[in-house]
T-cell receptor, first 113, second 118 residues
Framework: DTEVTQTPKHLVMGMTNKKSLKCEQH?????MYWYKQKAKKPPELMFV???????INESVPSRFSPECPNSSLLNLHLHALQPEDSALYLC????????????FGQGTRLTVV | AQKITQTQPGMFVQEKEAVTLDCTYD???????LFWYKQPSSGEMIFLIY??????QNATEGRYSLNFQKARKSANLVISASQLGDSAMYFC???????????????FGTGTRLKVLA
């Protein structure tokens, strides 16, 4: 199983809403990532978890709150987002070494209204 | 600092022809990995091919090959016998550097949009 599953695939939320994005993998990967991708741009790293601990936070605003409850799951909690946060949110996982590719989910297309 | 540069915003290729997508990189790390991903309009990032900094031979995966020139810091993707389904955005990526926890980042170039013509 080389799949990363993200839910939901599409999400529309108001600026006062609280929502969560979910990501799941069963490949035994101990590194998991959240990326944000605006249209026609490359993915931008947001967070990296290593062994269920937050390892890298790329100065992401606190309205984005990541969580890694176990080695297979990664969540991104959203609160009080702005319209400019509308984007494709990609989850990925990998082994921790340099010589290893990341596997990506299909992403969640988020629209903030 | 690490950097990936893709200078071709868009490319066209005739079906069944070969095409080369350019990628140059910059890093001071002796150990790093170079990757190519395909992103169709559906959004999923699909891994295509990997090249390690210490690999002596160029990587190949089916119709994909990576032309790795370490001295020139280039890692170009060659797609042979293009198919209509190859139309997509292609990203070159690098993994390297190290954080205090030993976790590596993947950083991406700006991408090349490939259109295969029938």
């Amino acid at each position: 199983d080389t799949e990363v599953t993200q839910t939901p695939k599409h999400l529309v939320m108001g600026m006062t809403n609280k929502k969560s994005l979910k990501c799941e993998q069963h490949m035994g990967h101990r590194a998991m990532y959240w990326y944000k991708q605006k249209a026609k741009k490359p993915p931008e790293l947001m967070f990296v978890y290593s062994y269920e601990k937050l390892s890298i936070n790329e100065s992401v605003p606190s309205r984005f709150s990541p969580e890694c409850p176990n080695s297979s799951l990664l969540n991104l909690h959203l609160h009080a987002l702005q319209p400019e946060d509308s984007a494709l949110y990609l989850c990925a996982s990998s082994h921790r070494g340099v010589a290893t590719e990341a596997f990506f989910g299909q992403g969640t297309r988020l629209t903030v209204v | 600092a690490q950097k990936i540069t893709q200078t071709q915003p868009g490319m066209f290729v005739q079906e069944k022809e070969a095409v080369t997508l350019d990628c140059t990189y910059d890093t001071s790390d002796p150990s790093y990995g170079l990757f190519w991903y395909k992103q169709p309009s559906s959004g999923e990032m699909i891994f295509l091919i990997y090249q390690g900094s210490y690999d002596q031979q160029n990587a190949t995966e089916g119709r994909y090959s990576l032309n790795f020139q370490k001295a020139r810091k280039s890692a170009n993707l060659v797609i042979s016998a293009s198919q209509l389904g190859d139309s997509a955005m292609y990203f070159c990526a690098m993994r390297g550097g190290i954080s205090t926890s030993g976790t590596y980042k993947y950083i991406f170039g700006t991408g090349t949009r490939l259109k295969v013509l029938a």
